[in-house]
């Protein structure tokens, strides 16, 4: 009897429309995975059985069709999801259940696809490594001494634990891609107002993108083909038809790159990356050489100024989107024995809710944003900001795409980065300079490094979703994928 658990999602959903496998089988078996492997992994804040076996009985009695029915995901809490508990892994919501789905969940029911639960991350999605997660880190697969990356590492572990096939991620500064370079998983950031934001706990909305997560290149643009899409319910919704990514994926796979030009940003060299992922990165750029790719090197001059132009943007929004946590209107309420003024109650709320760097990114923001301070910190930021999108724009009229590895460094142990925020926030060196453009990216699994996986990241002009998955599925066809050690 085959293992459902490592078939892939198209796979899976073959063998549900043929009637071979029932969507409750389906959803049943990656259940019993979770209840397996997750104590050790940790990938799920909570696992919503009667939801997921619900909708999967549904998809039986034939009541919903499409090309991913019946085939399972786990969402990242910090997608709301009716009447299921959705904390953004903060203690500040512990309990909170949301009176509506977000956008991309409600597609996600339409498709008929079963929600097993909702995945860890850090704090708000403000991290790199699940450590800043109030309720505990993830464990990588690969290797249950280290991190899965962040923020998005418990979608990135339950896709490589086998505990679900699909998951949804947000993209913010790295949070998809980066959790799947380090698990060996693919990750994809849709251009931004691609897919929509409503019903996402924001933290920066300039930036905040929900996005596809997979094992294999196919499964995630058929994924990113359920969720994109106009949403009237988010302003920043791009009012045009998606890309046919699923088609551009299956053109990838055939192995022909004939003129496909590859651009390397000649500022990313010598930027500290670690020898084995710099080695990983160069043989598979060889392999795509070998199907008929042409590397170019450009220059991106501005790349040096996006984590720090990040670090001012995203904690400035943060600032101002988390003000909402006031005690009042949801979850925590601290202190408040009727004795207490508004402003004591919403104080104490907030420091009792918050965790150490969620309260460190309100602060910084807050100071950016202060009078006196916003023209040299949030205004100068902002310049950068369009500073980098021109080299994008340049970069692009003599590329395709761009080419990097996803992350300088493989998964690293737990603790190695938390007393250093800098440190950590070198994780996102090279995923950060996208969010600031607001074009998609893709990470894809391209090799080891010292038994770790090394992801390769593909960056495309805005609204070319369909070009990076191209040359993504040509990659994978060129390094095959890579299956972590047995749980
Ligand atoms: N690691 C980055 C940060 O801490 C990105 C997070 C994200 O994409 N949500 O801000």
């Known amino acids: 009897m085959t293992d459902l658990t490592r078939l892939s999602a198209s796979d899976l959903a073959k063998l549900i429309s043929t009637g071979e496998v029932s969507a409750v089988e389906v959803a049943t078996a990656h259940l019993d995975r979770i209840a397996a492997v997750d104590d050790r992994v940790h990938a799920f804040l ?44 903060s203690k500040i919501l512990e309990g909170w259940k949301p009176p509506y789905d977000a956008t991309i969940v409600e597609r996600l029911k339409k498709a008929g696809m079963p929600i097993l639960g909702k995945t860890n991350m850090d704090e708000f999605a403000m991290g790199s490594s699940t450590e800043y997660s109030a ?6 697969p690969w290797d249950l001494g280290r991190i899965p990356g962040g923020s998005g590492g418990g979608s990135a572990a339950a896709l490589a634990a086998y505990e679900a096939p699909l998951a949804i991620g947000t993209d913010t500064g790295g949070s998809i891609r980066q ?20 019903g996402l706990i924001a933290f920066s909305s300039s930036l905040d ?5 997979a094992r294999t290149v196919e499964d995630t643009a058929l994924l990113h083909a359920v969720i994109a899409g106009h949403d009237p319910r988010d302003s920043t919704s791009i009012p045009q038809p998606v890309p046919d990514v699923v088609a551009a994926a299956r053109l990838g796979a055939t192995g022909d790159l004939t003129g496909v030009r590859l651009g390397i940003v000649k500022e990313f060299a010598g930027d500290g990356s670690e020898p084995g992922v710099t080695a990983a990165f160069q043989e598979s750029l060889q392999k795509l050489v070998k199907l008929g790719a042409e590397v170019v090197e450009v220059s991106c001059p501005h790349f040096e100024y996006a984590l720090p132009a990040y670090y001012l943007i995203a904690p400035s929004e943060c600032s101002s989107n988390l003000a909402r946590f006031d005690g009042v209107r949801y979850g925590l309420r601290a202190g ?15 420091e009792a809710g918050f965790g150490p760097e969620v309260k460190r990114r309100i602060i910084i923001g807050t100071y950016a944003l202060s009078s006196g301070y916003y023209d040299a910190y949030y205004g100068q930021a902002q310049k950068v900001r369009t500073l980098i999108t021109r080299d994008f724009q340049s970069a692009f009229e003599k590329v395709d795409v761009l080419v990097s590895p996803t992350t300088p460094f ?22 950060i300079p996208t969010n600031l453009y607001g074009g998609p990216a893709i990470s894809v699994p391209c090799g080891l490094s010292e038994g770790l996986p090394v992801g390769f990241q593909i960056m495309a002009p805005t609204l070319a979703d369909d070009r990076m998955y191209r040359v993504a599925a040509a990659l994978e066809s060129a390094v095959g994928t890579f299956t972590p050690p047995a749980l």
């Open 209 to 213: 993108t929900p996005g596809p997560c």
């Open 410 to 431: 493989v998964a690293f142990p737990f603790g190695s980065r938390t007393s250093d925020p800098y440190q950590m926030y070198l994780a996102d060196l090279f995923t």
């Open 336 to 350: 408040d024995d009727g004795n207490r003024s508004l402003e004591e109650v919403m104080s104490l709320t907030r």
């Open 46 to 89: 909570h696992v919503d059985r009667a939801g997921a076996l619900e909708a999967a009985a549904a998809v039986d009695r034939g009541e919903i069709t499409g090309p991913l029915a019946g085939v399972p995901i786990a969402v990242k809490d910090v997608v709301t999801t009716k009447g299921v508990p959705t904390t953004a892994a």
């Open 135 to 140: 309720y505990g880190p993830t464990n990588n």
């Open 179 to 198: 959790p799947g370079a380090v698990t060996g998983t693919v990750g994809a950031k849709p251009t931004y107002g691609g897919t929509s934001r409503y």
